[in-house]
């Protein structure tokens, strides 16, 4: 009985006609080898039958190649599709994830969930659960002292933290500066709930947007405003508070396309003509935008790309000898305004 030969680490090095360590390399996806030779033994690999002992790598290692990630409002468009992009990202990088969800994100309902990732000995964790009011301060206590590398997602960067966070507050005004573009004059906003930091920096965007042009002024800026939850009932009672206040509404910006939604049904109950009487900008472009009736001009967010840039930020600490020198930074995603109908002014 013929018994097939165990390939090892070195073998494949071998072939490749390099070091074990350079395979080693390799196989943990760490970036100094170059793409040519990773290419080589990724080849070599493939043909002698190579799979890498991730049990045995974990133990001698110390690793268990686990990335722990905390997400929140998977019924929301935004953290949802983050989340995607983590998922996909970690697993071209070689990592498992361990994902648990806070429950309620205003609380501080996250340090329960961070001490069991800590015991499944997670090699770092991706925190994308939205900055949601002041909840976030004691957990940044609680992080500073453990001995994994964390990531976080669109939160209010702070000295001594790694962020990738989508450029929310130029997101809200390039798209009032859009309306402005179209002959908007008088341009109202729905934002999303006054205590996520994503809805105040798009209204922050919109606000220095209007009292730049000179169009308007403080004082004027409340009557433009009303307050949203995300969903598409907020839009339409939005929507019409707004018209109810403002006769001589002529855009307005709303902090997402679900929202966008409702406020185009609030339009077509009102006898408001879309874009011809009131244009109407959203947030995030979800896939249905385009087939809105009419079909939204919205800002998209790189939300997966968001995703994939936090995993690609933690493996990047991770294959760091030292990953705990202090080398903060954060990377900022800007959202792309996509024009359709529902702006376009005659």
């Known amino acids: 009985m013929s018994t097939k030969k165990h390939v090892t680490i070195r073998d494949v090095a071998r072939a490749a006609g390099v070091s074990a360590q350079t395979v080693s390399r390799v196989i943990n996806h760490h970036p100094d080898v170059s793409d040519e030779t990773r290419r080589r033994v990724q080849q070599i ?25 905390v997400g929140y409002g998977l019924g929301y468009y935004g953290p949802s599709r983050a989340l995607t992009g983590v998922e996909k990202q970690a697993n071209e990088l070689g990592y498992s ?27 770092g964790i991706v925190w994308a659960v939205p900055e949601i009011g002041s ?7 609680d992080l500073e002292q453990i001995d994994v590398p964390v990531v976080f997602m669109n939160m209010n960067p702070r000295p001594g933290f790694h962020v990738a ?53 403080e004082e004027h800026l409340q009557r433009l405003k009303v307050v949203g939850d995300w969903e598409p009932a907020s839009g339409e009672a939005g929507f019409t508070a707004l018209i109810k206040n403002n006769p001589d509404l002529d855009g307005v910006f709303v902090c997402n396309d679900q929202m966008a939604l409702g406020a185009l049904k609030a339009a077509r109950h009102l006898g408001i003509r879309i874009p011809e009487d009131v244009a109407i900008v959203g947030f995030d472009d979800i896939p249905e935008a385009a087939f809105f009736d009419p079909p939204l001009t919205t800002m998209r967010q790189p939300l997966t790309e968001l995703g994939a840039q936090a995993v690609k930020m933690l ?12 080398s903060y930074e954060t990377i900022w995603l800007q959202p792309e305004l996509i024009v359709r109908e529902s702006s376009q002014k005659r």
Not at 110 to 116: V, W, Y
Not at 135 to 141: C, I, P, S, V, Y
Not at 315 to 326: G, S, V, Y
Request: aromatic share 6%; proline share 2%.
């Open 165 to 217: 966070a989508v450029d929310n507050f130029n997101g809200g005004k390039l798209a009032t500066l859009h309306l402005l573009s179209r002959g908007c004059r008088k341009i109202g906003i729905i934002t999303g709930p006054e205590v996520w930091w994503e809805s105040q920096q798009r209204e922050a965007g919109w606000k220095t947007a209007c009292l730049e042009s000179g169009k308007v002024n």
């Open 135 to 141: 909840h976030r301060e004691e957990l940044l206590q």
């Open 315 to 326: 493996h990047h600490r991770l294959c760091k000898e030292d990953h705990f020198t202090p």
């Open 45 to 69: 690999m493939e043909t002698l039958g190579y799979s890498p002992n991730y049990i045995a790598r974990s133990l001698i290692q110390g690793k268990t190649h686990t990335i722990g990630v």
């Open 97 to 123: 994830i361990l994902l648990s969800l806070v429950r309620q994100a205003e609380l501080n309902s996250g340090r329960q969930l961070l001490a069991n990732l800590l015991m499944r000995k997670v090699d």
